[in-house]
């Protein structure tokens, strides 16, 4: 039996969270009785959340601790990705000061729904049992959908919301349905007798485990938007407001990754061969779709909801590998991903605020009136595509590609081959967008700009502001290529501890 | 003044005629199925007859219900009319029987005889369904009360169950289906407005009235009929209204906190009772609450197009819900079957058996002793009294605020209960929670 | 205790596994019946019969809290709200519609009848389910069990799941929050306006 101090204890390590449902209670009360003081809402969940971001980074270097009796893990990779989770939440915030105009009377509720659902990647990054990652999924999910749906006078904003909560309504079924075809065949939710349990079952090989890791890789690859449960993600990835859809590309991609590592390493580890291959499949496909629809696509938002697919694609490869090395790639990727891709959305905040257009041929010429913007968005842009300049885009892709050839099957081969493959035209899309920006006439949109504004009371500061932290965060990534890696190594053998099994009984 | 008097005495004796056929009647089937028949097929066949004995045995509380809803609904109305008419100074029904007692019997066969009618557009499985579905509950969900109100009676023990409360709640959020579902079916504008309100009014109040239960059992420990009652006995200080016993550990040496909270914890259970008895008002749809049947607006709401037997049966289960909800309330606020003051309980059981003696004591030289034993046993005819008191006492409380209160907006409905019952019963779950650890 | 002999025989009979099929032969023509009915109310009262014998199945596995909150929360609380959304739709238009095609048809029983047959097949090439062969009737019961799970090791999830619920009624406030007119309808100047005005 579990006695009080454990609880005490495990509330320590959960300090970081509790106070982000402080933070959470604050935004949703603190319009409501100070609706004069609305403004100062953001910079108190920014706080918050880099606070919070804080506090789980300082709990690194504590070694793996099991909380609640094996239902939650504070270990590395916890961490990792909940610190990950804050720092895009405060990244998103920032980015969202610009838009609180366009969401009327709602920005409250706006910044505690973004707040829940960075706490809800939180709490996914470190769950170790199938109940807590049904209710952290569920809350990430119902949250995102209703941060889609934001913009209540925008069409496009309610038809995302709308398309979102109905793929998800229909992913949580077959989530559901697996976990409990799981549940019946090894009689526990935590992670941790499962493996035992699949360790036995591995002798006999059966039908079913391919079915239930089929519905519940469903689900995950829904909230990676990996092909073919990607239909949702182009059509919410437009509507939704900018600062939504970058965190829906990363922050509950991470999410949803985070889940995918723990679940699929620790508790489904036996059945590694089968899943192996139903990723890879997911991977190929993601890879190929991703940056051949990409190609096509007039409007920014969109070609960036596609080729955060492709990514998803190469995300996958280090996953399939299913070795230390895959998983610390797929860290690096991610932490570096974050930063491209949110820089990416600032940028295309700051553009479609003053010019009120998305579409990929107005950028033309931007580095003529606003440079610093076009700077900023291309270094983005040009890691995204993998350009080593500066390197860390290159670094993350890289690595993700040698954790393929590491595994040395044909999967892997395959999988390395068609990601190279379909790299060319992710550079050609991307660097069309860069080359346009510095090198093309001006747009007749970009002509009507004024001279910029640069005063703190501009309600573009806060984007700009993000684009800044995510360019320098990429500068210093690269410098740091070393130590981030070894963090991220060091995130991966986490995951080896958790197998042991439930402690106390 | 003479002639309230003279009514109010006719009201008395009248309630005493018909509760002397109701229980009467129920305790002399029951007791027949349960306890005669069986005996006399053991007596006949042996071992080879227990099982057709238990059979019959597990029937008994399925007639009982079965048996005691129409003829407790008769009553009912009766009742009702009658009290409506003393609060108006009117006469009331009079002619039917002594007193018209059997007005409502009468009634009751007018209905039943009349012809049914099925409005053009209807949905005929719906229409049919609804009344049916609104009534189910009210003959399912009184089952595990039995227990509770027959002083744990070993013939209706078996349909105690250890989640009784919970089961009840559960039961009894069911009858809005039947009326949503012939509101819609009826085909008719007036139904729907009327079934639509009714659900919304159903779902809202549903949630203080649950936190209220929530609150009872949580100071019960338990969600045991049988076991919330007997945590009452004593005397009145020992009620759930009165904080279930926390009044009773006081003495003069106990520290002032403690005789604070315990003063405190009775005040939030008296505040809980008032809580039930509002939220019960709209869950049964009784004024000040009857929005989903207003007469004179709705031309009585869901029901509008039933007649003849089905409507008899929305009438009957209306009735019954008030009743359940009634005795729910005895049960699990007025001490159950426990009398208000510590040895009336005894006095009562005693005084009884005494007489038993008296008047049976010398017939036992045909076994008619262990008969009349089982027939009349002194302890559950003490609890089945003061159930029956507090339970009618609070019927007509809803006939006195039925005649007392005008009907709310629904607006002003809605408001109530989302902007003040439900705060305030969170307010009291919290409350109570911290308040009985500190007592 | 005097009914426990005529529990053992109703054990006896096999009378469980004969609910169970009473049931499972009322829940498939009801859930069929959600699905193919053209009325869209009726389709909701029939979800409301399928989670009623939904939760028989549960009484009959003496999960008897589980059936109770099934029948309180989604057999009425949550069904009964989606009816009442449908009634304010003209469902009489919708009657009249066509809406399946027969090619469609065609392919979603193909799709249909291959989901059924991989599940089928997936489900009995596993023979060691873990299973349990004593009568559920003489379990104890579980309520107990329940509320102590939830406090001690399903805590977390349990306080977690308080928070999706305030994200789920704060977001039903923001939707259903009436917007001043001009946001509503008005370009960005009008919103911009709006904020300004705001915040002064």
């Known amino acids: ?505 | 003044m003479n002639s309230a008097v003279f009514e109010i005495g006719k009201f008395a004796r009248l309630t005493l005629l018909w509760l002397c056929i109701i229980f009467g009647a129920v305790w002399g089937v029951s007791w027949s199925i349960g306890v005669l028949l069986p005996a006399v097929i053991l007596s006949q066949s042996g071992e080879s007859g227990r099982f057709w004995a238990q059979l019959l045995q597990a029937l008994v509380p399925v007639v009982a219900v079965a048996l005691f809803v129409p003829l407790n609904t008769c009553y009912m109305v009766l009742a009702e009319r009658r009290l409506l008419a003393l609060f108006t100074v009117r006469k009331g029904p009079n002619r039917v029987g002594p007193d018209g007692a059997f007005q409502t019997v009468a009634d009751a066969l007018k209905l039943l005889l009349k012809e049914e009618i099925t409005p053009r557009g209807a949905d005929l499985l719906m229409y049919t369904l609804a009344p049916v579905i609104f009534f189910a509950p009210s003959i399912i969900g009184v089952m595990p009360l039995l227990a509770a109100v027959s002083g744990n009676h070993p013939l209706f023990t078996p349909v105690n169950l250890p989640t009784g409360v919970f089961y009840i709640l559960a039961v009894s959020s069911i009858p809005v289906v039947g009326v949503v579902m012939g509101g819609w079916a009826s085909n008719n504008k007036y139904s729907l407005v009327g079934a639509l309100r009714s659900a919304a009014q159903a779902i809202s109040y549903e949630i203080p009235l649950l936190l209220s239960i929530i609150t009872v059992c949580l100071l019960a420990g338990t969600l045991d009929f049988v076991q919330i009652a007997d945590n009452q006995r004593g005397s009145l200080l020992n009620w759930n209204i009165l904080g279930g016993g926390a009044l009773t550990h006081l003495g003069i040496g106990s520290p002032w906190w403690s005789i604070a909270a315990a003063l405190l914890l009775a005040a939030c259970c008296i505040l809980l009772f008032a809580l039930y008895v509002i939220c019960a008002c709209a869950e049964v749809n009784r004024t000040p609450f009857d929005l989903p049947e207003a007469e004179s607006e709705l031309v009585s709401g869901f029901n509008t197009e039933y007649s003849g037997i089905k409507f008899a049966i929305f009438f009957l289960a209306e009735y019954t819900n008030l009743f359940i909800v009634s005795t729910f309330a005895a049960v699990m606020f007025l001490g159950g079957g426990h009398a208000p003051f510590p040895g009336l309980e005894d006095a009562c059981i005693s005084g009884l058996r005494g007489l038993l003696a008296a008047w049976f004591g010398a017939c036992t030289p045909f076994q008619l002793g262990w008969l009349v034993n089982s027939l009349v046993n002194p302890a559950t005819v003490s609890q089945v009294f003061w159930i029956i008191v507090k339970s009618y006492a609070l019927v007509w409380f809803a006939s006195l605020i039925r005649a007392t209160l005008p009907r709310l907006r629904i607006d002003q409905l809605m408001d109530y209960s989302w902007k003040r019952l439900v705060p305030l019963a969170l307010i009291l779950l919290i409350a109570v929670t911290f308040l009985k650890e500190l007592v | 205790m005097e009914s426990l002999n005529l529990l053992t025989a109703l054990a006896h009979v096999n009378v469980e596994q004969g609910f169970f099929y009473v049931l499972a032969a009322i829940a498939i023509p009801l859930a069929y019946g959600v699905v193919f009915d053209r009325n869209v109310i009726r389709s909701g009262f029939l979800l409301i019969g399928v989670f009623a014998t939904i939760a028989g199945l549960f009484f009959l596995l003496q999960a008897q809290f589980l059936g109770l909150s099934q029948i309180l929360i989604y057999g009425v609380g949550i069904t009964l709200v989606i009816v009442i959304a449908l009634m304010l739709t003209n469902a009489r238009q919708e009657t009249g519609m066509n809406p399946a095609l027969p090619a469609n048809v065609g392919l979603a029983s193909f799709v249909s009848v291959l989901v059924f047959t991989t599940i089928y097949l997936s489900l009995r090439s596993a023979e060691d389910w873990p299973l349990k062969n004593e009568s559920s009737l003489s379990l104890p019961p579980n309520i107990e069990m329940i509320g102590k799970h939830l406090m001690t090791y399903y805590a977390l999830p349990f306080e977690f799941a308080s928070i999706l619920l305030l994200a789920a009624l704060v977001g039903a406030v923001m939707l259903s929050k009436a917007e001043p007119a001009s946001l509503a309808n008005a370009g960005d100047e009008a919103e911009q306006a709006v904020d300004g005005t705001d915040r002064v």
């Not at chain 1, 699949?198 to 239930?212: I, R």
């Not at chain 1, 949702?232 to 939504?244: H, K, N, Q």
């Not at chain 1, 990754?257 to 190929?284: E, K, N, Q, Y």
């Not at chain 1, 993350?396 to 395959?414: D, M, N, Q, R």
């Open chain 1, 1 to 505: 039996m579990p006695n009080i101090n454990d609880y005490l204890g495990a509330l320590k390590l959960l300090q970081p969270e509790i106070f982000l449902v402080a933070a959470i209670l604050f935004c949703a009360l603190w319009d409501l009785f100070f609706p004069s003081l609305k403004r100062f809402t953001p910079i108190v969940c920014i706080f918050a959340l880099l606070f919070a971001g804080a506090g789980l980074w300082g709990q690194f270097v504590i070694g793996s601790t099991t909380l609640f009796g094996g239902l939650f893990v504070v270990d590395k990779l916890t961490v990792l990705f909940g610190s990950l989770a804050c720092a895009v939440g405060a990244i998103v915030v920032c980015m969202s000061t610009g838009y609180a105009s366009r969401l009327g009377r709602n920005a409250g509720e706006f910044y505690m729904l973004l707040l829940v659902a960075t706490l809800a990647v939180v709490f996914l990054a470190g769950t170790t049992d199938l109940i807590m990652l049904f209710v952290g999924l569920e809350t990430l999910s119902l949250s995102c959908v209703l941060l889609s749906g934001a913009l209540k006078s925008d069409r496009k904003s309610n038809e995302a919301a709308l398309k979102y909560l109905v793929s998800t309504a229909a992913t949580t079924a077959t989530l559901l349905y697996g976990l409990s075809f799981l549940y019946g065949l090894t009689s526990s939710t935590y992670y941790g007798d499962i493996h035992n349990r699949m360790l036995e079952l591995a002798h006999s090989p059966s039908l079913v485990v391919v079915f239930l890791l089929v519905l519940v890789l469903s689900a995950v690859g829904f909230k990676l938007s990996a092909v073919p449960f990607h239909m949702w993600a182009p059509d919410v990835f437009e509507g939704a407001p900018t600062p939504v859809t970058a965190f829906l590309s990363i922050g509950s991609k991470a999410g949803g990754l985070v889940v995918a590592i723990r679940l699929l390493s620790t508790a489904l580890g036996p059945a590694a061969g089968d899943w192996s291959f139903i990723v890879g499949l997911l991977a190929i496909a993601s890879m190929i779709f991703g940056n051949l629809i990409a190609l096509a696509q007039p409007s920014f938002k969109r070609m960036l909801a596609y080729s955060s697919i492709a990514h998803v694609g190469y995300i996958l490869i280090g996953l399939t590998s299913n070795s230390l090395n895959g998983l610390a790639a797929i860290n690096f990727y991610v932490v570096v991903y974050g930063l491209m891709n949110l820089g990416a959305f600032a940028g295309a905040i700051l553009f479609t605020n003053e010019t009120g257009s998305d579409r990929i041929d107005d950028y033309a010429g931007l580095f003529r009136k606003r440079p610093w913007l076009a700077l900023g968005i291309s270094i983005c842009l040009i890691n995204l595509a993998g350009l080593p300049i500066p390197p860390a885009g290159f670094f993350a892709k890289a690595f993700v590609f040698w954790s393929g050839i590491e595994a040395s099957s044909v999967l892997g081969w395959t999988l390395v081959a068609v990601a190279l493959a379909t790299s060319v035209p992710a550079i050609y899309y991307y660097m069309r967008v860069v080359i346009k920006m510095v090198a093309r006439e001006p747009s007749d949109v970009v002509k009507q700009l004024g001279p910029g504004r640069h005063h703190l009371a501009d309600p573009q500061w806060g984007p700009a502001a993000a684009l800044c932290v995510c360019v320098a965060g990429i500068i210093a990534g690269s410098a740091a290529v070393n130590p981030i890696m070894n963090v991220a190594q060091e995130a991966a053998s986490a995951l080896q501890p958790t197998l042991l099994s439930r402690p106390g009984s």
